[in-house]
């Protein structure tokens, strides 16, 4: 486990997000990356019932990452974060009465993954209800694991195959204290991720989308 | 007889037994063909059958003939000369089945090639040697009169000095942490921990540096029996690019009468690695060069340039 960073990529001029995706595959694979299979990101999206009138829901989002296989993670918005083990969803759904689940709220994220020297990268398509709504590029230093130490250096990388759309400093990593460690169970990955998600549901459909 | 010993094989008398054996071959075929054809067509049978018998007898006594000239060539024939340079290897050669068992020349291609690799092996011997590669104290015994055995008083040390003086260091940098570890007999072992960029493990040999492997800070140190693993290399590229360099460095710190001065030179030089993912070449500017930030540490300023980067 390395430092990860999620990001947006916009869509090229005048291109589908299949296309601007393929052009991102050329670039890394003329760069010298090797693709080693695919990848999925999933969040579903559970509304707590039962609670006061005059308080707002609290979303639950359920998450699960290709990476790690055997395990999901629930975790609210801002808020606290759990990890469990596959069944946690036969949980959830006897859970029933306590969260609905929001059908039509599942975001995910598709494609392929790549390996670079060290790094990883993995770009995929975000897809809600079928539709699709914009690119995600995740991109992981594996031999380091302090976000401080190496962000330049993932700047560059990035910067090499992204061009001039490279992100910021994630918030996940402003926040913590300069020095501290990405724990080893993808949570910080996941919390990036899922504001991606949810800024991808804010957003409108992408004019000129197919299905 | 007398010709067998003196000239070898006499290719003339070979060649004419070889002819001697087709002649045989085919008298002996005519034996049995006219066998086969049995009487031929004659009015009566007594006729028939002494035609039969005048060509049968005709037909052994030219195979007689012919035998017997073979006999008498084959000891004109010499037998091939007693010295023969190949000795039990030639035999092998006479093998009718080379192309199962090629034996025989894989034989000589084994030969000649350890005759070249000798040849080499002399040559970088003498190359070698011109310049002295032992980083310990050793007293080179010239006259007979010393005892062959003399041990370099530097390579025996106890190891109640040897833990001191890693200890010291150890209290020279406070963001290096180094745990003594004597898995197998007096050798020490060092575990090296550099802030929370990678882990050495240093085997040593009383205060010299025998060996060393560097791996990332969240590689397992230890293999599945809980001992440490000293033996298998990182995951990820960049920390065995910085395995061959400190392999690089542990040899090019030497001083055969000081070796704890050898020991801090090479844990200063590591301790510079603690800024590996930080810092830009000092060459291209870069941080990145096929995909490595610079892992190269120059031994005396301590700047970082990238592998390639360096001149």
Request: charged share 20%; hydrophobic share 35%; with cysteine.
């Amino acid at each position: 486990m390395g430092v990860t960073c999620v990001c947006q990529v916009p869509l090229a001029e005048g291109k589908s997000v299949q296309q601007t995706i393929d052009i991102l595959h050329k670039k890394l694979e003329q760069l010298g990356a090797v693709k080693q299979g695919n990848f999925t990101v999933d969040c579903e999206t559970y509304h707590a019932t039962g609670n006061a009138s005059g308080q707002p829901t609290k979303l639950l989002y359920v998450m699960h990452n290709s990476e790690t296989p055997l395990s999901c993670l629930a975790l609210f918005e801002g808020g606290p974060c759990l990890t469990a083990d596959g069944n946690f969803d036969v949980l959830m759904i006897k859970l029933k009465s306590h969260f609905q689940n929001a059908k039509g709220h599942k975001v995910e994220s598709r494609g392929s993954r790549y390996r670079y020297c060290d790094f990883l990268i993995k770009v995929g398509a975000i897809t809600m209800s079928s539709s699709a709504r914009g690119i995600s590029v995740e991109v992981e230093y594996c031999p380091c694991v302090v976000p401080g130490d190496c962000w330049n250096l993932m700047k560059e990388f990035m910067q090499s195959f992204l061009g001039p759309s490279i992100p910021e400093l994630p918030s996940v990593f402003a926040t913590k204290p300069e020095g501290l460690y990405v724990p080893a169970d993808c949570v910080d990955t996941m919390t990036q991720y899922l504001e991606l998600f949810s800024k991808v549901r804010k957003q409108q459909v992408l004019p000129g989308t197919t299905r | 007889m007398a010709d067998a010993m003196n000239v070898g094989v006499n290719l003339e008398a070979f060649s004419q037994a070889i002819s001697a054996i087709q002649a045989l071959r085919s008298s002996v075929t005519r034996v049995f063909d006219s066998l086969k054809d049995g009487m031929k067509n004659k009015e009566t049978l007594e006729g028939r059958e002494k035609v039969f018998i005048t060509e049968f007898q005709d037909n052994l006594q030219s195979v007689n003939r012919d035998l017997n000239e073979l006999e008498r060539l084959s000891t004109l024939v010499g037998r091939p000369s007693e010295s023969h340079p190949l000795h039990n290897s030639g035999l092998l050669s006479l093998d009718p089945v080379q192309d199962k068992t090629p034996l025989y020349s894989q034989l000589l291609q084994a030969y000649k090639w350890s005759n070249k690799l000798q040849y080499h092996a002399g040559l970088a011997s003498s190359l070698l040697n011109q310049q002295s590669l032992k980083r310990s104290a050793n007293q080179m015994g010239a006259s007979a009169k010393r005892r062959p055995k003399v041990q370099p008083s530097t390579l025996v040390l106890p190891p109640q000095y040897v833990d001191d003086v890693i200890s010291r260091i150890g209290r020279m940098f406070p963001d290096m942490a180094i745990e003594l570890f004597r898995p197998n007999g007096t050798s020490a072992v060092l575990l090296v921990t550099l802030g929370k960029v990678l882990k050495t493990i240093v085997v040593m040999r009383s205060l010299f540096i025998d060996r060393t492997i560097v791996r990332g800070f969240n590689e397992n140190v230890y293999s599945e029996d809980g001992k440490l693993d000293i033996w298998s290399k990182s995951n990820y590229q960049v920390f065995q690019k910085v395995t061959d360099h400190a392999t690089t460095a542990l040899l090019h710190y030497q001083l055969p009468q000081m070796p704890d001065v050898v020991v801090r030179s090479f844990m200063t030089w590591l301790r510079s690695y603690i800024k590996l993912f930080q810092t830009p070449c000092q060459r291209c500017g870069k941080f990145l060069q096929e995909g490595l930030p610079p892992t190269w540490r120059d031994f005396r300023t301590l700047e970082a340039f990238h592998d390639t980067c360096r001149q």
